[in-house]
């Protein structure tokens, strides 16, 4: 935006005018003001900018491309004005015309991450395999450009044969790979079909199922899953599967008036209960609650009880009615039928309720304490059997511990100890078996493939002030009045250091890097680290406790790291002596005895890497025998829970009141930690 202000003088009048109305979110006043100015300075490119970006926010994109198409082939358009009429295009569902406008973008010279993506994805979503091609080439991803060669060549390989054997060949082929999740294979044989008989619903419609079931929950990338059935739609209107999955992945993307109006299109796609879920979370996401109320009365006819009268006891918690939300609860608990983590939640919230109606305010309340009790006065984490290979790596005990789970991938057994409640792997494997995860030949795009190296683009080309909202700097640095980081960070001078361990592809170090830290980062993923050493930055492949450095640092951060380690002591020991004294160190990591936990049960962290689980008691006593004082700390639901526990969580359709009820009485299941050294 700024790039277009000095490009095009502008009257300020007219600016003032528009920015007073857009700022009342008067829209109509705002078009009419941008709709004068246009008439009035008919050369001038500026307001059909503003016009068209207002269309796009207004969720209209296809007049927002009308009032951006007369200046395609201006002279002299700055390439600002191409890519929103591109990105118009695309959010308009116009593939073909995207595709043409790709020629007249700047590719070479704007290498933005998520543009170039864009394209390339617009391509694809066009057929136009070739211009794709050229596209991931100057992205530089391998696998990418790899992936659309063989669509090229199985496009090319299906023309040998007849026409019932090539559809028969690529839909046996894809299966196969599908039932093996194969993504890619079955990718490359459903785009080599679908280019070759664009016209056929069946290969964007499966498509787009095997962008829902190869969903990462880190990156999950719905705007594609939602293309290919657009697509798909626009060749069979009237396909109710193609319908209903389109409203479900809009529910997953944006819980709102645009699911309210998706499920009008598709009556008799889902079931009553489906349905009226659906419709009242999104009417109390848009806090409309008398709606939302009306739907959860309607569910609750329909026997949907305990889940109707959960609905509204959130809605009553959020408009301060206590007492009602307290009966809610109640009758919830009494009408569910099976005894799982749901009703653990419903016994949190009755719980919270109590303390609410005796004048506690939320703000005041600790969720983690409301946990332990439950855990005690139910027994919830007491009925496992013991496990009597067992020693635990935070207080050394070797009395029996609590049987925990086992992960699915590797087998290796979870236990809690008796005397601290920490829960790790045991037995503990070794640092091989651990490394071997980071460096079998199937993890070789995993940094790619999670977002990570769009991410470590992003923090690259960001300007300063992007820089400090990117998540990598606001998580570490933003403790909303615990801690002043302006004043820590001023008091550094302007030589300061920091080191990023378990930095992936580097994305943190280059953040603070820009901002003028002198940042390094290490982890043992050779295959991220390859990719932050592409772009210049500071990183080694290497353990935090072999680490060996003159200088020492101003700041250490520790994103989901110790979770993954043998020794957490003796990494947070080390951590202590490279920090200078005064040194900050800002830990993120699950947490084990949380709400998301109990509604999952022990499916809610399956993962091989993962061989620590720490909870609020542990992590603090990890932290505090390490000499550090805790500065700042928080709970909150992660990102990635509702899609790591799609059936759990996600598919129950839950409002977004329990996700932010979660969060405000500290349950969530990530914990961050701003530690501080003592001075001596």
């Not at 044989?189 to 787009?208: S, V």
């Not at 509604?599 to 550090?628: D, I, N, P, Y």
Request: proline content about 5%; hydrophobic content about 40%.
């Amino acid at each position: 935006m700024n790039t277009i202000f000095e490009w095009m003088p502008m009257t300020e009048q007219w600016f003032e005018e528009v920015q007073r109305c857009f700022q009342a979110h008067d829209w109509d006043g705002t078009q009419s003001a941008l709709l004068r100015v246009m008439n009035e300075e008919p050369k001038n490119p500026l307001p059909r900018y503003h016009l068209a970006n207002l269309f796009r926010l207004l969720k209209r994109p296809s007049e927002a491309v009308s009032i951006l198409e007369p200046l395609e082939h201006e002279a002299d358009v700055p390439a600002e004005y191409l890519w929103a009429l591109f990105e118009c295009r695309m959010e308009a569902g116009d593939y073909q015309a995207g595709t043409a406008s790709i020629h007249l973008l700047p590719l070479d010279r704007d290498s933005s991450p998520q543009r170039l993506e864009l394209a390339l994805g617009c391509a694809r979503l066009a057929g136009n395999y070739s211009l794709g091609l050229k596209i991931a080439r100057r992205m530089h991803t391998k696998g990418l450009a790899s992936e659309l060669r063989w669509v090229l060549r199985v496009h090319r390989l299906l023309r040998v044969f007849p026409k019932f054997l090539r559809i028969k060949l690529a839909r046996n082929f894809a299966l196969h790979a599908l039932q093996r999740c194969r993504w890619r294979r079955a990718r490359v044989w459903l785009e080599a079909a679908r280019a070759m008989y664009p016209q056929q619903f069946e290969w964007p419609f499966r498509l787009a199922h095997l962008q829902r079931i190869s969903r990462d929950p880190f990156d999950p990338q719905f705007h594609w899953e939602f293309a290919w059935l657009s697509i798909a739609l626009t060749i069979q209107p009237d396909r109710k599967e193609a319908l209903r999955m389109r409203a479900l992945t809009l529910f997953d993307m944006e819980p709102g008036q645009v699911v309210l109006d998706e499920i009008q299109q598709c009556p008799g796609a889902f079931s009553e209960s489906e349905r009226l879920r659906m419709q009242a979370a999104c009417h109390a996401n848009l806090q409309q609650y008398e709606k939302a109320a009306a739907a959860y009365h309607e569910l609750h006819q329909c026997g949907d009880k305990a889940f109707a009268q959960f609905g509204l006891g959130l809605i009553h918690l959020e408009k301060s009615e206590y007492s009602f939300a307290l009966k809610c609860f109640e009758t919830a608990e009494e009408e569910l039928e099976t005894d799982d983590g749901f009703q653990f939640t419903l016994w949190f919230f009755y719980q919270a309720c109590l303390q609410f109606e005796n004048g506690i305010p939320p703000e005041s309340i600790c969720g983690q304490a409301i946990i332990h009790e439950l855990d005690d006065s139910h027994e919830v984490a007491n009925t496992f059997d013991e496990w009597d290979d067992f020693e635990c790596p935070l207080c050394g005990n070797a009395a029996a511990g609590e049987l925990l789970w086992k992960d699915h991938s590797t087998n290796w057994q979870r236990a809690r100890c008796s005397s601290c409640g920490m829960i790790a792997v045991s037995p503990m494997p070794t640092e091989a078996q651990i490394n071997a995860i980071y460096t079998r030949e199937s993890r070789s795009e995993d940094s790619v493939n999670r977002g990570y190296r769009r991410q470590l683009m992003e923090a690259l080309h960001a300007s300063e002030d992007q820089l400090k909202t990117l998540n990598a700097y606001r998580e570490a640095t933003g403790w909303d009045g615990q801690f002043d980081w302006d004043a820590y960070e001023a008091s550094l001078g302007e030589t300061k250091r920091c080191l990023d361990v378990g930095c992936a592809s580097g994305r943190t170090a280059a953040t603070f890097q820009r901002l003028g830290w002198d940042a390094h980062g290490i982890d043992v993923d050779p295959q991220a680290i390859a990719v932050a050493q592409e772009h210049g930055l500071e990183v080694s492949v290497a353990h935090l406790e072999q680490l060996e450095l003159d200088k020492l640092f101003d700041f250490i951060t520790l994103v989901d790291v110790i979770e993954h380690v043998r020794d957490p002591k003796a990494l947070m020991q080390r951590a202590s002596q490279l920090l200078k004294p005064g040194g900050a160190v800002y830990i993120k990591t699950p947490c084990a005895d949380s709400l998301p936990h109990r509604l999952v049960g022990e499916r809610w962290l399956e993962s091989a890497e993962h061989v620590q689980f720490f909870s609020q008691r542990t992590l603090t006593k990890l932290v505090e025998e390490a000499g550090f004082k805790i500065a700042a700390s928080s709970y909150y639901v992660d990102d990635a829970t509702p899609l790591l526990h799609y059936d759990q969580w996600q598919s129950r359709r839950f409002p977004q009141l329990f996700q932010q009820w979660t969060d405000r009485l500290q349950a969530g299941d990530a914990v961050r930690m701003l530690l501080l050294k003592p001075q001596p």
